[in-house]
Nanobody
């Protein structure tokens, strides 16, 4: 599966952005998907993940209540609505996909994802 992230940019603190991730390839709508982010010198960290059916979602504590993850109707597009952005949200955001056994609903660890998009820069600054 191929993943293409978009939607990053420069926004002031308190502002909003919506990231998109388009998944293409065989059965891409059956993959679990997630957003990770990374700042220079630090490990990539989990932000949010969503199940195949979009009925379940998980969030990092740092973004809970401010970010919302969703999938499009065809389930091969993923979105991350980011509200009330803070300077500490500044990072390169990556979308990730995986096709684990059916019993796995969401994964939150970087090493568990086999497919990655190219990343999109989000900068929160006044």
């Amino acid at each position: 599966v191929q993943l293409q992230a978009s939607g990053g940019g420069l926004v002031q603190p308190g502002g909003s952005l919506r990231l998109s991730c388009a998944a293409s390839g065989d059965s891409s709508n059956r993959y679990i998907l997630a957003w990770f982010r990374q700042v220079p010198g630090k490990d990539r960290e989990f932000v949010a993940g969503i199940s195949r059916s979009a009925s379940s979602a998980a969030y990092a504590d740092t973004v809970k209540g401010r970010f919302t993850i969703a999938r499009g109707k065809s389930r091969n597009t993923m979105y991350l609505q980011m509200n009330n952005l803070k300077p500490e949200d500044t990072a390169v955001y990556y979308c990730a996909g995986d096709n684990p056994p059916a019993s796995v609903v969401i994964r939150t660890t970087e090493r568990e994802y086999d497919y990655w998009g190219q990343g999109t820069q989000v900068t929160v600054s006044s």
